[in-house]
């Protein structure tokens, strides 16, 4: 990548590929573009800002076992999904799931050997909620850790791709023609950089980090999904936020997801007074889809006194315990827990946005030169409810076809007069403890009204919230022009988008539970959101 400056203070760059976003999603387009094209991928250095996928627990969905097939898999994820599905992208997803894990193989992921004399696949295959079949390959319980580590790895070693691990993009970049040529950012040094790209993909992630409590340390808050939309680029689903079910309770640590596949293997939802209540509520109990789940345990949260409710595994053993999760038992430990001896304390946590940046099965956008894949990105592969471990299983089908797509695609490259000039002010003189302020309380106000219950009045109440902070927010800095005050006020936009797409579903479905409209409606419709600036 070669690096020009500008008259504008602005640091100019060229490649061919911009990728923003160094998870699972990102590592694989990265790999897949390397061998033909010069890439540059935005990945934030450190464990605790490095995306989603490090801190995935369970595994990824695919169909491996010679007993299990493809229409299995795709009937549990249409029913998961609760009409809103796309099935043609269920099915595509499915169908290329097997290749995918081969690769992965290939890559060197170090998932869990079934050592079984009798074993139908070489690999540990688990269950976990909504799936019919054992088809969950995995790595112990860091699947996703393993994942990122040994594709990363591989896109360190590669000679066609630059990694900059301090630049925080604010702004894509746009022309008078409306197609995108790559983004705008700023270094750790306070340097505006520009990098123009004939492709760009963001990889950015969901918008998690719009509530207070979730499964990740350092969640996106929809950032790129709006910027995105900035540029013309359709939002779809965004009511549809997933609540993990089981996310370790301690108020004073940091999030920790406790894995769906610990129900997978037999564990047990009890209640303040001990009692399991799963089953009277689904005849799958703890392993019914994860928007039932979490809905019984807010109920049973709301009913009792303790503030969560307990998972207990004890009656699995101690062996097989610390032999499937040794992950969730050297964490617990940390924090004073023995889990083969006490039941866990847990509480549904802001975890996966099945809604984003409206794609078709080349993750193409609307928005000429502008891709989306991952968690960021709307496939209709998850519609109304996202089921167990098909999100490893997206980022990897999509990244690869969308690889593709760049191959057969002509580079769109800059008009002569595209945008030339930066949004971005680092020197601005903003109150950083007043920004962080105003996010927390943008997240406090969606966790209290726009979270796993909703109603009319909730809503509306979100919806003055966030109006007003967002009038603190231009007042603190009119121009936008610090890049802490341009992220917030994208996290803003798109908390306001989500409040008005539940506020338009006048019906229950999937994870949008509402008060007021607690039946579903006749006819399943996508919601369907854009917004140019």
Not at 190 to 216: D, E, M, P
Not at 334 to 341: A, Q, V, W
Request: aromatic residues 4%; negative net charge.
């Amino acid at each position: 990548m070669n690096t020009t400056h500008s008259t504008t203070h602005v640091s100019t760059a060229h490649t061919d590929v911009l990728i923003v976003g160094g998870g699972v999603a990102g590592l694989t387009l990265a790999l897949h573009l390397a061998e033909h094209r010069r890439v540059t991928l935005i990945r934030p250095a450190g464990d605790d800002r490095s995306g989603a996928s490090r801190w995935a627990q369970g595994g990824i969905a695919a169909v491996l076992a010679p007993d299990d097939d493809l229409d299995a898999h795709v009937q549990d994820t249409l029913i998961a999904g609760d009409g809103l599905c796309d099935e043609a992208a269920v099915r595509f997803t499915v169908e290329n799931g097997p290749a995918a894990i081969e690769w992965l193989l290939a890559c060197g992921v170090a998932f869990t050997p079934d050592t079984t004399p009798d074993a139908p696949y070489p690999y540990h295959l688990t269950r976990e909620g909504g799936h019919s079949a054992r088809r969950i390959i995995h790595a112990d319980d860091a699947t996703g850790h393993a994942v990122v580590e040994a594709l990363g790895q591989r896109v360190a070693r590669h000679a066609n791709i630059q990694i900059l691990s301090n630049l925080t993009v604010t702004d894509l970049a746009g022309d008078n023609n409306g197609a995108c040529h790559g983004a705008y950012g700023v270094d750790d040094t306070g340097q505006i950089q520009r990098i123009v790209a004939g492709h760009t993909v963001l990889a950015t992630g969901g918008a998690s980090g719009l509530y207070a409590h979730t499964t990740t340390p350092a969640p996106a808050s929809g950032e790129g999904m709006m910027m995105a939309a900035t540029l013309g680029a359709r939002l779809a689903n965004l009511e549809f936020q997933q609540f993990h079910p089981t996310c370790l309770y301690d108020p004073d640590g940091p999030a920790f997801l406790i894995s769906e596949a610990v129900r997978g293997e037999g564990g047990h939802l009890l209640n303040d007074a001990g009692e399991r209540f799963m089953p009277a509520i689904d005849e799958r109990a703890e392993l019914a889809p994860r928007d039932v789940v979490a809905r019984a345990i807010d109920a049973e949260i709301k009913r009792g006194t303790s503030g969560h409710v307990w998972l207990d595994i004890r009656h699995l053993g101690a062996d097989a315990i610390r032999h499937h999760f040794p992950t969730i038992v050297a964490h617990c430990a940390t924090r004073g827990m023995d889990i083969t001896r006490q039941s866990i304390p847990v509480v549904p946590a802001a975890h996966y946005s099945c809604g984003g940046v409206a794609t078709d099965l080349d993750g193409a956008t609307g928005v000429a030169g502008l891709y989306a894949v991952g968690e960021t990105a709307c496939t209709g592969l998850h519609g109304a409810n996202r089921m167990a471990s098909n999100s490893l299983l997206e980022c990897l089908v999509f990244a690869r076809s969308c690889a593709q797509r760049i191959f057969d695609a002509q580079a769109t490259l800059p008009a002569a007069h595209s945008t030339a000039s930066s949004p971005l002010d680092p020197d601005a003189p903003v109150d950083l403890n007043e920004l962080a302020r105003l996010r927390h309380a943008m997240r406090a106000a969606m966790s209290r009204d726009v979270s796993i219950v909703r109603n009319h009045a909730g809503l509306d109440r979100a919806s003055a919230a966030l109006d007003a902070i967002m009038a603190a927010l231009l007042a603190l800095d009119p121009a936008l022009s610090h890049p802490e005050s341009r992220r917030l006020w994208h996290a803003l936009r798109l908390a306001q988008l989500t409040v008005k797409a539940a506020g338009q579903r006048h019906e229950s479905r999937g994870l949008h539970f509402s008060t007021n409209w607690p039946e579903q409606s006749a006819s399943a419709v996508p919601s369907a959101l854009y917004l140019a600036d």
